[in-house]
């Protein structure tokens, strides 16, 4: 049981303090009694709640493990935690939310929808709508978020960049995505507002072979069409 007489921001306070550090460690506040987890269920916790270590398997947190091959499977045992803290604009959820919209749902729209509030703060976020929106067709857009991603973030052929892109790529990876290459014809890089499509690209598209050992000027070039293969 809480001490009753620790005020409730003050008790908000704490569990704050204890989310961004890691999820779990609010366990024994949720089960402390009811004054405990509606603290924790506050949005203003939620919101800002480290959730990680939760992401790394999505079979813990998505509904009816609907993205496993051999079909549903019951629901992730952190799926009513993980969806609170998706309500409460947890920016780690929303991007693992987004991806599940987008491999399982084929929702591109819905999947952009989930990131654009975290944008242009989050790179992940950022980076992923930017991709999102070349492999819709809409290069306007796309040219805009790579914008936004380099002004806030890293220029677009850079180490960190090609990190991130990598990062997306293996998280998309673990949502086991068709590969049916839904978006190849609709893929359109952009060339406007500074942005176009690196001289180099498809020559070390074609030089790589398998082993896609591309630069990092055209890195971004090829993670997008690497993703348009894989939805």
Not at 144 to 165: A, K, M, S, V
């Amino acid at each position: 049981m809480v001490n009753p007489t620790i005020p409730d921001d003050l008790l908000a306070k704490i569990a704050k303090t204890v989310a961004h550090k890691c999820w779990w460690d609010l366990q024994p506040l949720l089960r402390s009694g009811r004054r405990g987890r509606d603290v924790v269920y506050r949005p203003d916790v939620l919101k800002g709640a480290n959730i990680f270590s939760m992401c790394e398997d999505p079979d813990d947190y998505q509904v009816d493990g609907s993205h496993h091959p051999s079909g549903p499977q019951e629901e992730g045992r952190h799926r009513a935690f993980f969806k609170r803290c998706v309500d409460a604009g947890n920016p780690t959820t929303m991007y693992f939310e987004a991806l599940c919209v987008l491999t399982h749902e084929r929702d591109i729209k819905g999947a952009i929808n989930l990131l654009r509030p975290h944008v242009p703060s989050q790179a992940h976020a950022t980076l992923a709508c930017a991709i999102l929106y070349i492999i819709d067709g809409n290069d306007y857009m796309g040219a805009i978020f790579l914008n936004l991603f380099g002004r806030n973030h890293y220029p677009l052929g850079t180490e960190e960049t090609r990190d991130l892109c990598e990062e997306f790529l293996e998280d998309l990876k673990k949502f086991r995505p068709p590969y049916n290459n839904t978006y190849g014809s609709t893929f359109s890089y952009p060339n406007s507002h500074g942005i176009k499509t690196p001289d180099c690209a498809l020559l070390c598209y074609i030089v790589s072979g398998p082993f896609k050992n591309v630069c990092n000027c055209c890195y971004l070039w090829w993670c997008a069409r690497r993703v348009s293969q894989m939805l």
